[in-house]
């Protein structure tokens, strides 16, 4: 494919005109939406507005004038559109490490006993994830909660009478390989199970539809293919039919039904709002809120085509170069097998990375030796994948990844 191909692809793209909404240094090719998306224009005047003007001249009133109080409720519907979800299923709130132990200690509540004790896993899955699991079963003791973890492949027939619920990643955060949660969730709830989706690195940039498939709890975060900022708050989801009953042990006054009337005795809301425990964090809040305005006219269906077609363009100028069999391809050969993401095994995967954003082309690196290509359907190009391509081709045959700078790692890889 040569660069006519790639511009007349570009040309061609019904959503081309997103990229228009986001600051993009001219200087850069950004290939990391998958760890922390691109700032949207309308973000940066949100924040302003809401620091400047509601805090700044409305001061305390704004709870009320401009409805902050309802934030993590508007918000979360929101996000419930695009990941296909009813809007009082869902709520913006905490991070997604907080709103898991919420999720997994609802689900114990829910269906746990003396046998069925077990959150099912897999090795590879989010540490996070597994950490927070970790953490519940030190709390409640492994006779209420024991974390057992398997292999990928091996997840749906490792489910049993022992399984509380099992704990999915839709894309795998390492290989970007794509996990069905409508066939985990049907085996999950065959077997009296629950499932809890982490979503971090699916909602935005494909099309989800939890409540069609039946997914009791999930998770996810915002600030990547949702485009709301470093450390953005997350979401939480619990289907409907899980609300009467839901238990949570973070009882926080924001999760109170009466916040406002100060009782010493807590008393839960209904539904999602179970879900909220303190003062939502308004400046961050309202930055989702507008990150979220760029999927307005944006059907899922197209993000997720051109999302395909993005990684299928990149892997294949990777195979027309002679060094190309040195980057081993870890996820999914076939797109619709995988999220918007690429990643390769290299034994100098890190001074790869690092020689690449040197040169403006910014990809990430997770150990122990892959570098990770994220596509961000909403503003990448296809004219992008052919010039990153040539500054990667100059420095495998130049070999300058060896430069002794790239031999001490940064804090944040």
């Given at each position: 494919?040569n660069?006519t ?10 959503i ?5 909404a986001?600051?993009?240094p001219?200087d850069t090719?950004?290939?990391?939406g ?11 005047q949100?924040?302003d507005?809401?620091t ?10 704004s709870?009320?004038?401009h409805?902050?109080?309802n ?8 996000i419930?559109?695009?990941?296909g ?15 898991l132990?919420?999720?997994i ?15 099912l ?10 950490y927070m ?6 709390f409640?003791?492994?006779q209420?909660?024991?974390?057992k973890l ?21 894309v795998?955060?390492r290989?970007g ?24 690195h ?24 949702l485009?709301a ?9 619990v289907?409907?039919r899980?609300?009467a ?9 924001f ?12 008393q ?9 425990v303190?003062?939502?964090?308004v ?7 507008a990150?979220l ?38 996820s ?9 993401q ?17 040169r403006?082309?910014?990809?990430d ?6 570098i ?10 296809f004219?992008?994948i052919e ?14 990844y ?12």
């Amino acid at each position: 494919m040569n660069q006519t191909d790639f511009s007349q692809r570009d040309r061609d793209d019904p959503i081309a005109y997103k990229r228009e909404a986001f600051e993009l240094p001219s200087d850069t090719i950004y290939f990391d939406g998958n760890s922390l998306g691109a700032l949207p224009k309308q973000v940066a005047q949100a924040v302003d507005e809401t620091t400047r003007m509601q805090w700044g001249s409305d001061l305390i009133k704004s709870w009320n004038q401009h409805d902050w109080i309802n934030l993590p409720t508007t918000v979360g519907a929101k996000i419930a559109r695009l990941i296909g979800a009813h809007d009082d299923e869902v709520i913006c709130c905490d991070s997604i490490s907080v709103n898991l132990f919420k999720v997994i200690c609802a689900a114990i509540s829910e269906v746990g006993n003396d046998q069925r004790r077990v959150i099912l896993s897999t090795h590879d899955n989010f540490p996070t994830d597994l950490y927070m699991v970790q953490g519940v079963e030190s709390f409640l003791g492994q006779q209420r909660c024991e974390l057992k973890l398997v292999e990928e492949a091996e997840l749906i027939n490792a489910i049993d009478k022992n399984t509380v619920a099992v704990l999915a990643t839709e894309v795998n955060f390492r290989t970007g390989r794509r996990l069905d949660l409508q066939q985990l969730s049907q085996a999950a709830h065959g077997q009296g199970a629950l499932i809890v989706a982490d979503l971090a690195h699916s909602a935005g940039v494909m099309p989800i539809h939890l409540t069609e498939w039946q997914v009791d709890y999930a998770v996810g975060c915002t600030y990547k293919y949702l485009n709301a900022g470093p450390g953005a708050p997350a979401f939480v989801y619990v289907n409907q039919r899980h609300h009467a009953s839901l238990k949570q042990p973070l009882q926080g006054w924001f999760g109170h039904t009466n916040p406002f009337a100060f009782e010493p005795k807590y008393q839960a809301a209904k539904g999602i709002q179970k879900m909220l425990v303190g003062t939502p964090p308004v400046l961050s809040m309202q930055a989702v809120n507008a990150a979220l305005d760029c999927f307005d006219d944006v059907p899922m269906e197209q993000v997720r085509t051109k999302s395909m077609q993005l990684t299928q363009a990149f892997q294949q100028q990777m195979t027309a170069h002679s060094w190309s069999p040195d980057f081993e391809l870890i996820s999914p050969p076939h797109a619709e097998q995988r999220g918007s993401q690429l990643s390769y095994a290299h034994p100098k995967a890190y001074e790869i990375c690092q020689a690449l954003i040197e040169r403006g082309v910014i990809a990430d690196f997770r150990a122990p030796n892959y570098i990770r290509f994220g596509f961000a359907p909403l503003y990448n190009q296809f004219q992008e994948i052919e010039r990153a391509i040539v500054i990667l081709d100059d420095i495998m045959t130049t070999q300058t990844y060896l430069d002794p700078r790239w031999q001490t790692r940064l804090t944040v890889t």
